[in-house]
């Protein structure tokens, strides 16, 4: 195969050359952005544990349970043990950028979250002092945050009675091994909040939120489901209990069919620079009939001739997705900071990757067949004929 023509025929138009390479490059980077997010969004409901479980309201997320509950919880066979989660919506000297903020049990939580693994300073220091928090990796370094910080926060559903901030100091900074527990939250003491409303030292809503239960090492999880659903079906609170992948995946159908809406913009972009390439590369077959027919005559076989503009077509279509690839790298970093508290775990990853290659690839098979087909169709006369 002539790779040199090849080569001068792709670099005959170079603006056209530079621009459809870009064009692609573009659609290639959108497709992995959105396929990564898309990823993220499912990763949370893959990657939870079947030992878990989530208890809520049965009327709604957003309706507290009584404190009460916890230990009748506690009691239920297959139980192992379990944290309350409330949320504090707290504000940081006003900065912008969301955080989420949690109280939990400083005691039980490292228990139950067992992918969370402190990186700087200790579990012992969190759990010995109420006002101190663990925080995660990501939210240290996007803050400049160090273990022994001071961290003030302004919290307007529990503000306190004196107007001033809630005060925490890290004690220590965890990374997680999964998708289920990101690493931009903050979590404390929930006897520090409790304790604060009970003496009027602030106001607020005293309950939880949720309650995670880690289950006991070979138990039921639908049999303690049901069990905890059925001590609570006539009140005060009913509630709902749910395994973690089903509690997670809510948050992904709140925001409606997220991933399919994603994935329907990714094949539009990908459908519109498929229609660009293809009318670049007939085009460039039309321009290349007479050199077609030149090197038919030279005695190359038809193969050889329509496997030069296919060449052209996949060599345009692939550097396109390596550029449109080595984009995405370079801003998924810097994106997975930004969208780290919505859309944990956020990455490009090798998979990802591979398939927008793929994805190149088919797109330089579809857009140089055509014009391949018809330089393989062509006669010799025909071809030398042919007003270009």
């Given at each position: 195969m002539p790779l040199r023509l090849i080569f001068r025929n792709l670099l005959k138009h170079k603006l056209r050359f530079v621009l459809t390479v870009a064009a692609l490059g573009m659609a290639v980077f959108l497709v992995c952005v959105l396929r990564s997010l898309v990823v993220a969004l499912d990763a949370g409901v893959r990657a939870a544990k079947s030992d878990r479980l989530v208890v809520q309201s049965a009327v709604s997320l957003f309706v507290d349970l009584p404190l009460s509950y916890e230990t009748k919880i506690g009691s239920v066979d297959g139980v192992r043990t379990l944290t309350q989660f409330k949320y504090f919506g707290g504000t940081y000297q006003e900065e912008p950028g969301y955080f989420a903020q949690f109280g939990v049990d400083a005691g039980r939580l490292l228990e139950i979250y067992d992918e969370m693994e402190i990186v700087d300073g200790s579990q012992e220091e969190f759990a010995r002092h109420r006002t101190h928090c663990l925080i995660g990796k990501v939210l240290a370094e996007g803050r400049g945050w160090k273990v022994g910080q001071r961290v003030p926060l302004v919290s307007d559903m529990f503000p306190r009675a004196d107007g001033g901030p809630w005060e925490f100091t890290v004690a220590g900074i965890y990374r997680s091994r999964s998708s289920t527990v990101d690493e931009s939250t903050l979590f404390f003491h929930f006897d520090y909040l409790f304790e604060s409303v009970e003496s009027g030292s602030a106001e607020g809503p005293n309950g939880a939120g949720v309650y995670a239960v880690l289950l006991e090492p070979g138990a039921d999880p639908v049999a303690v489901m049901r069990d905890i659903d059925a001590m609570f079906q006539n009140g005060p609170q009913r509630v709902q209990t749910?395994?973690?992948?089903?509690?997670?995946?809510?948050?992904?159908?709140?925001?409606?069919?997220?991933?399919?809406?994603?994935?329907?913009?990714?094949?539009?972009?990908?459908?519109?620079?498929?229609?660009?390439?293809?009318?670049?590369?007939?085009?460039?077959?039309?321009?290349?009939?007479?050199?077609?027919?030149?090197?038919?005559?030279?005695?190359?076989?038809?193969?050889?001739?329509?496997?030069?503009?296919?060449?052209?077509?996949?060599?345009?279509?692939?550097?396109?997705?390596?550029?449109?690839?080595?984009?995405?790298?370079?801003?998924?970093?810097?994106?997975?900071?930004?969208?780290?508290?919505?859309?944990?775990?956020?990455?490009?990853?090798?998979?990802?990757?591979?398939?927008?290659?793929?994805?190149?690839?088919?797109?330089?098979?579809?857009?140089?067949?055509?014009?391949?087909?018809?330089?393989?169709?062509?006669?010799?006369?025909?071809?030398?004929?042919?007003?270009?």
């Open positions: 749910t395994t973690e992948a089903e509690f997670n995946a809510q948050f992904v159908t709140m925001m409606g069919n997220v991933p399919f809406f994603l994935s329907m913009i990714g094949g539009g972009v990908l459908a519109a620079i498929l229609l660009a390439v293809v009318n670049t590369m007939m085009l460039a077959g039309r321009e290349q009939t007479r050199d077609a027919g030149v090197l038919k005559s030279l005695g190359f076989t038809d193969g050889a001739v329509s496997g030069v503009l296919l060449t052209q077509s996949l060599i345009v279509c692939l550097l396109g997705g390596l550029l449109g690839v080595a984009a995405a790298l370079a801003v998924s970093e810097p994106l997975a900071a930004v969208l780290g508290p919505n859309v944990a775990g956020f990455a490009l990853t090798s998979e990802v990757i591979l398939q927008a290659l793929l994805i190149s690839l088919a797109l330089g098979l579809l857009a140089g067949l055509g014009p391949a087909v018809r330089a393989r169709r062509l006669e010799v006369v025909e071809a030398l004929r042919a007003e270009v």
